[in-house]
């Protein structure tokens, strides 16, 4: 099963007067990993380059954000996969020291960095995720969440219509437990809508 991260973690590398912010943190695809990105940029305007490397999913991503092609991005995302891990992004966030590195410097920067951090980092294993939605009476909300709770059902929406519609996301591995929970408190007045596995931490 591959492993996910239960935090951030984070380690400084100081090459040649370059530091290297180094940073691995949970994410869930490829939108969340731009808008993180993004937020550093804004946290680090005098920086020179914020590179990154995304697992999630099994989709990758890398990106050197201007430094020569493969210095970068690539290595960082090698050392995800070497680490089995999966719904992980790694950045590093470099302020120039005014020394070049060379392009072999700058692999081993950028990959030490990243794996300088993981050494810290709490490795949890990778749970796939299930969203139930379903339909009930008003008087039955209460009761429901309650059972959500119990399950580690995690409320993910809830809309107040004719009826209530709730949508939840929990572990595959609770879903049969909490679904029979549910009809049997509800007596069978909980209709349950089409469902859809999720990768997430």
């Not at 940029?41 to 989709?59: D, N």
């Not at 219509?161 to 007045?189: C, I, K, N, Y």
Request: charge should be neutral; charged fraction near 25%.
């Amino acid at each position: 099963m591959p492993l996910t991260l239960a935090a951030p973690a984070e380690h400084e590398l100081i090459v040649k007067k370059s530091r290297f912010l180094g940073r691995v943190e949970p994410c869930a695809d490829r939108a969340a990993a731009l808008a993180r990105v993004a937020q550093l940029r804004a946290e680090h305007p005098g920086a020179a380059h914020v590179c990154w490397a995304l697992l999630a999913g099994g989709h990758s991503a890398a990106n050197d954000d201007g430094e020569p092609g493969g210095t970068a991005g690539r290595p960082m995302l090698d050392v995800l996969r070497h680490q089995g891990l999966d719904g992980v992004l790694a950045t590093a966030v470099r302020y120039w020291g005014g020394v070049k590195l060379g392009a072999g410097g700058l692999v081993r920067a950028y990959t030490d960095c990243i794996a300088q951090a993981l050494l810290t980092a709490d490795k949890v294993e990778r749970v796939a995720q299930v969203e139930l939605g379903c339909e009930l009476p008003y008087e039955l909300e209460g009761r429901l969440r309650r059972l959500a709770e119990q399950h580690g059902a995690v409320l993910a929406d809830v809309r107040h219509e004719a009826r209530v519609h709730m949508r939840f996301s929990l572990p595959v591995t609770a879903r049969a437990a909490f679904t029979e929970a549910v009809d049997e408190a509800s007596q069978g007045r909980v209709g349950w809508v089409r469902d859809s596995s999720i990768a997430s931490p």
